[in-house]
């Protein structure tokens, strides 16, 4: 028995969270007393397919001649690889392309979906998954009793574990079908060549404490000392003081790095919903009363005038 793991590529490169993929598929297998297999597509360099197998993957297929993230092409190439190796769970990550094609496939293949899972199935009385509910506010545990089952697991909700093994890779060809969608034309958000924060390990998030779009130049100087990428909240996003792709929260992306400062964010339910997964979260909030920090694990009370523009001087003299 196969466990498939989707690996997702941008422009030709491995995305962050399909090697956490692979490894949670691998470590499934294990249990199961199968293997890993990885299905993707775009121009990937062979040798970062083979490198798949550092995480547990026996095989990698690969299909060149999809080149763009159609979901209803990405979810017909996986239901193919599926069927080819016999693999009766298949995994994705809950990211931007797990969201949209882990559902179709689901559906494709009346298999039982299990989005957002935190943990590896507990196979002690049936296939039990654990996954976040009520905007993370709880748990909840999903049995899934289809013989398919699709999994998505929130990135950086398990970490990856390397191994010895180089993957063997293989062409995969499949009949995708007419579409009634083509896409004709990808135009990248303009993201300042920065770190995407679906992929970052640090975030140096900011809110409307901040004023105002001209105070944001102490917020991008603390995220290029510390490596991190940028986020905000939502009315920041709605107002166009910093660009939609960075909102985080129920309605925006959901993350979750090992480091989350939020700067002047008050820490609504809807922010929480996106980023209380973070590892560690730091707040600086003039207000102690500010929601934030009771999902704190350090908080500063004071002034973010006065405490990022200290916190980017104590980092160059570190
Ligand atoms: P505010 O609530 O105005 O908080 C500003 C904070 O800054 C305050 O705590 C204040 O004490 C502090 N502050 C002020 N001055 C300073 C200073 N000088 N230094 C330090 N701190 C200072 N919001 C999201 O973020 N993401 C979502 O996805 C989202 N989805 C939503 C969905 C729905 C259906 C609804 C109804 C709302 C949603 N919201 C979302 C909005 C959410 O409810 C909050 O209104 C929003 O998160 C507040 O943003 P804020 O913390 O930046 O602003």
Request: hydrophobic share 40%; charged share 25%.
């Amino acid at each position: 028995m196969a466990v498939l793991a989707f690996v997702d590529t941008q422009e030709g490169k491995i995305t962050k969270s399909s090697y956490e993929v692979v490894s949670y598929a691998a470590k499934v297998a294990e249990k199961e007393g199968g293997e890993a297999v990885a299905i993707t597509y775009g121009d990937v360099d062979n040798g970062d397919l083979e490198a798949l197998g550092k995480y547990g993957a026996k095989k990698v297929l690969i299909n060149k001649s999809v080149t763009n993230m159609l979901p209803t092409k990405l979810a017909k190439l996986t239901a193919a690889a599926a069927e080819q190796e016999g693999a009766d769970i298949i995994v994705f990550a809950q990211d931007f392309t797990g969201k949209s094609v882990a559902p179709i496939l689901s559906a494709k293949l009346k298999a039982g979906l299990v989005s957002g899972a935190v943990d590896y199935p507990d196979t002690t009385d049936g296939f039990v998954v654990k996954k976040n509910v009520f905007s993370g506010k709880a748990f909840a545990m999903y049995k899934v009793n289809t013989e398919k089952k699709v999994i998505s697991i929130l990135p950086n909700s398990v970490g990856k574990e390397e191994v010895d093994g180089t993957a063997q890779v293989e062409e995969f060809s499949a009949d995708l079908g007419d579409s009634r969608i083509t896409v004709t034309n990808v135009e990248k958000a303009n993201t300042d060549g920065g770190i995407p924060l679906t992929e970052a390990d640090l975030v140096v998030s900011a809110g409307r404490g901040l004023k105002g779009p001209e105070n944001w130049g102490m917020i991008e100087e603390l995220a290029n000392k510390l490596g991190a990428a940028t986020a905000c909240s939502r009315p920041v996003a709605d107002v166009g003081w910093r660009p939609h792709h960075e909102h985080v929260g129920q309605t925006g992306i959901a993350i979750r790095p090992n480091l989350y400062i939020a700067v002047g964010i008050s820490g609504a339910i809807q922010h929480l919903a996106g980023v209380n997964g973070s590892k560690v979260i730091v707040v600086i909030n003039t207000d102690p009363e500010a929601p934030f920090f009771k999902a704190a694990d350090y908080g500063i009370v004071g002034d973010a005038f006065e405490v990022v523009p200290k916190l980017n001087k104590a980092i160059e003299a570190f």
